[in-house]
C-alpha cells in the first residue's frame, strides 16, 4: 500500500478529463425525407481555436434503425466539410421488415468551437399495422471520436480502430469523446404514418370498385359508337 501522499501525487499526474461536448439532435422537414442535424459545442480556449486551423478532425458513428436509410449517391454530393462512409451496401427501395441497420460514418474536421453536421435521411416503407396508424422511429444518439490533441481533455477511456476517411484505405485509431446530449435524451423519435391493415380490405374493395365502373362505362362508349356508326353507314 503506497502512502497517501505518494497516491495523492500520482494523481495529479493524471489529467483531469472532465469536459464534455454538448451535442443538440433536431430533426428538420417533415414527411419521409429528413434532415438530421447535430450541433456540437465545445469549450475550448481562444488559443485552440486558433490552432484548429491545422486539421483536427471528428468521427461521428451513428447507428440507424431499419426504419429509415441514407442514400448513397447524396451523400456525395454535400458540403465538402462532411465525408461520409456507409457499412453496407444501402437498398433504398426494400421496406423497413427487410433491412438491417445501418452504420454511417462521418467525418468532419472541426475549425471552431462549434460544429455542424446535417445527415439527410429517408424513410422506408413500413408494413401495414392493425394497431396503430403510425409507426415510431428512434435514432440513437451517435458516438463521437477525434483524433485531435487539442481535444484531449474531452477524451474518454476508450478508443476503437476506424477508418480513417471515407475512402476507408486505411484505419486510424480514434479517441472516444464524452458527450453530454439536449435534454438527456439517448434518442430522438420520428412518426411516420403507415397504412392500417384492417382498411386494407376496404382500400381493395373500393380500388376493384372504381377500376370495374371505369372498365364498363369504356366498353359501353365503344359498343355504343360502333353501333352508331353502323347506323349511320346503313343510313348513307
Ligand atoms: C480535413 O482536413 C484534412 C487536411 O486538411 C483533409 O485532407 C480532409 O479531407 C479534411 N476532411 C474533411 C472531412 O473535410
Ligand atoms: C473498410 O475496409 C475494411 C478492410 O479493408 C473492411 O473490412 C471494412 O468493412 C470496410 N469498412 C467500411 C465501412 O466499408
Ligand atoms: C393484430 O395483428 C396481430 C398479429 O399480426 C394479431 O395477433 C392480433 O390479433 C391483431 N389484432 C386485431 C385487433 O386485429
Not at 494523481?11 to 483531469?16: A, D, G, N, T
Not at 477525434?146 to 476507408?168: F, K, R, W
Amino acid at each position: 500500500m503506497l502512502p497517501f501522499y505518494i497516491m495523492l501525487f500520482l494523481q495529479l499526474l493524471i489529467p483531469v478529463k472532465s469536459k464534455s461536448v454538448e451535442i443538440t439532435r433536431t430533426l428538420k422537414q417533415e414527411g419521409f425525407h429528413r434532415d438530421l442535424e447535430t450541433v456540437l459545442s465545445f469549450k475550448l480556449e481562444k488559443e485552440i481555436v486558433e490552432k484548429l486551423t491545422w486539421s483536427c478532425q471528428l468521427l461521428l458513428v451513428e447507428n440507424l434503425p431499419s426504419g429509415v436509410y441514407v442514400d448513397v449517391d447524396q451523400l456525395s454530393s454535400l458540403p465538402d466539410n462532411i465525408q461520409v462512409l456507409v457499412d453496407s451496401d444501402v437498398d433504398i427501395e426494400a421496406p423497413e421488415y427487410a433491412s438491417p441497420p445501418l452504420l454511417v460514418y462521418i467525418f468532419t474536421n472541426l475549425t471552431s468551437d462549434r460544429s455542424s453536421i446535417t445527415l439527410p435521411v429517408h424513410v422506408r416503407y413500413h408494413r401495414p399495422s392493425n394497431v396503430s396508424e403510425y409507426a415510431q422511429i428512434l435514432i440513437e444518439n451517435p458516438k463521437i471520436y477525434s483524433t485531435c490533441l487539442h481535444l484531449s481533455d474531452y477524451e474518454n477511456t476508450e478508443g476503437i480502430g476506424a477508418p480513417c476517411d471515407n475512402q476507408n484505405s486505411s484505419q486510424c485509431l480514434w479517441n472516444r469523446l464524452q458527450v453530454l446530449y439536449n435534454e438527456g435524451k439517448s434518442a430522438i423519435s420520428l412518426q411516420v404514418p403507415i397504412g392500417v391493415e384492417q382498411h386494407s380490405l376496404f382500400v381493395g374493395a373500393t380500388t376493384l370498385l372504381v377500376t370495374m365502373t371505369g372498365c364498363v362505362i369504356l366498353v359501353w362508349k365503344i359498343v355504343k359508337k360502333s353501333v352508331d356508326l353502323q347506323m349511320r353507314k346503313k343510313q348513307l
